[in-house]
């Protein structure tokens, strides 16, 4: 299975660009897969497998707001979904982000 996120900035109308974002496993406790920075359109995919399981997507929310001087509620925004058995297909998790709010989807 393939993961990808698209983080967009709604306060500015434009893709976030700069936000780190960390995928996990769980296994006993979380376990980081890989971490990454979205380019400049706001995007990361991830390189690695990602098996059926738990999985957590980290996004360092509160640093992307802070290197705009924009004070944020949130100092990071975790996202938990589940890959099924039979893991098929591609994951898309996109989060749309304001200094106080977000909502996220699973994309296509």
Known sequence: MSVSTHVLDAT?????????VILSVRADGWLDVESGVTDADGRYRFTVD????????VFGT?????ARGVPTFYPEVAITFMIPEPATGHFHVPLLL???SYSTYRGS
């Open 62 to 66: 509160g640093a992307y707001f802070a």
């Open 98 to 100: 304001s200094p106080f």
């Open 12 to 20: 500015l109308g434009a893709p976030a660009a700069g936000v780190s």
């Open 50 to 57: 990602a098996p059926a399981g738990t999985y957590c997507l």
